[in-house]
């Protein structure tokens, strides 16, 4: 069965994926466009969060169409990519994040609506994603730092991912809040891929890699808008280094999710 990766800012199309085709999947969710193909020998699926020349903004991710295609398509784990903004200053600028918690309380959707499969009264797959420790699973975080470890990337293990609503970055006292709820890095879309999979017991890790600090995060010494682009760039041949070796490490293991789903039955 397939591996799908999901890439954001920097990485639409990802280096050393073997195209075979691009498919056009409708969900109840919309349609979205998956790129099917190989990647390090093994069956992949990619999608691209914004696709070419970023023409969606984090505020236009379909992210319930994106990840019902995934599972349609019969992905069996998921290895998701993001750039980030350090909210902890003892991250280094390129460097990367295996994330191990989620900080997600608005549990939205970019147009308001509930981060939920479940949304039919009566459904017969509907149910809670209970959690026994963090929301990413063991086994595809396990891939994904041994795939950076084995391209010579350093990366950090574990740290809470947070979420947060774009298209603007934050403010000060936003970021300062974070903070001090233990996040450790921002972006603006992973959190409720995370959210949908766990739904969907469909195992799902995320690397983040750090582009900018956030605001403050370095009094007085914001992140040069030239820098941030530059790392932007720089972290499409990292992380598909890192996401290239993980996909085969995911195929060859099977990862189990995180979590479990309790179903509420037929009704």
């Known amino acids: 069965m397939p591996v799908g990766i999901i890439t954001g800012s ?25 790129s099917r193909g190989r990647l390090a020998g093994v069956d992949a699926l990619h999608v691209s969060r914004h696709g070419a020349g970023h023409a969606r903004l984090s505020n236009h991710v379909t992210h319930r ?15 998701a990519a993001t750039v980030c903004g350090a909210v902890d200053p003892n991250l280094e600028l390129g460097s990367l994040v295996v ?23 009566g459904g017969g797959d509907r149910g809670h994603w209970v959690l026994h420790g963090g929301p990413f699973s063991p086994g595809v975080r396990a891939a994904l730092l041994g795939a950076a470890a084995g391209a010579g990337h350093p990366a950090r293990d574990g740290g809470t991912y947070g979420h947060v609503d774009g298209p603007r ?10 903070a001090a709820c233990g996040v450790v890095a921002v972006s603006q879309t992973a959190g409720p891929e995370t959210v949908l999979c766990g739904e969907l017991a469909l195992p799902y890790g995320l690397v983040g890699f750090v582009t900018d600090y956030a605001n403050e995060v370095v009094p007085g010494e914001p992140t040069p808008v030239a820098t941030l682009s530059e790392l932007i760039a720089a972290s499409t041949s990292i992380l598909a280094d ?4 993980a996909a085969a490490a995911v195929a060859a293991r ?14």
Not at 260 to 267: E, H, I, P, Q, W
Request: overall charge negative; charged content about 10%.
């Open 65 to 79: 169409a994106n990840i019902r295609a995934l599972a349609d398509l019969g992905a069996e784990a998921v290895l």
């Open 169 to 178: 970055f934050n403010t000060p006292s936003e970021i300062a809040q974070l």
């Open 254 to 267: 099977a990862p189990v999710a995180s979590g479990t789903v309790l179903r509420m039955g037929a009704g």
């Open 242 to 245: 890192v996401l290239t070796t």
């Open 99 to 121: 994330f191990d918690d989620l900080h997600f309380p608005s549990n939205r959707l970019p147009d308001g609506s509930l981060c939920t499969f479940f949304i039919e009264p």
């Open 10 to 34: 920097g990485t639409h199309a990802l280096p050393g994926f073997q195209l075979a085709e691009v498919v056009t999947v409708q969900t109840a969710f919309g349609a979205a466009q998956v």
